[in-house]
Nanobody
């Protein structure tokens, strides 16, 4: 089992930046891929970004490509999501998730463990 705790959410104006963090405990952090998903009110959860076990492979949703960057620090058991040029459509609860294996995956079905979520609100 993996326990995940997100932080870094908040209220920001359009065009601003936030950095989310997700710290893991339990299984060896470098043994699994990580991802960020988000869910806006009234919408289904959607994939945002994923990273493999050593950070060498990353994937992004088209809606965030070029604005968001996922990274990880295995020494700190932490994955990050740097979010720049935020717009109101990015408003959502953001969740980090730990995969069953070392790969980066874009579908939620490949992730067994989820954090509690952190709210990101972008005002216009």
């Amino acid at each position: 089992q993996v326990q995940l705790v997100e932080s870094g959410g908040g209220l920001v104006q359009a065009g601003g930046s936030l950095r989310l963090s997700c710290t893991a405990s339990g299984r060896t952090f470098s043994s699994y891929g990580m991802a960020w998903f988000r869910q806006a009110p009234g919408k289904e959860r959607e994939f945002v970004a994923a990273i493999n076990w050593n950070g060498g492979i990353t994937y992004y949703a088209d809606s965030v490509k070029g604005r968001f960057t996922i990274s990880r620090d295995n020494a700190k058991n932490t994955v990050y999501l740097q979010m720049n040029s935020l717009n109101p459509e990015d408003t959502a609860v953001y969740y980090c998730a730990a995969a069953r294996n070392t790969y980066a995956r874009t579908k939620a079905e490949f992730y067994d463990n989820w954090g509690q979520g952190t709210q990101v609100t972008v005002s216009s």
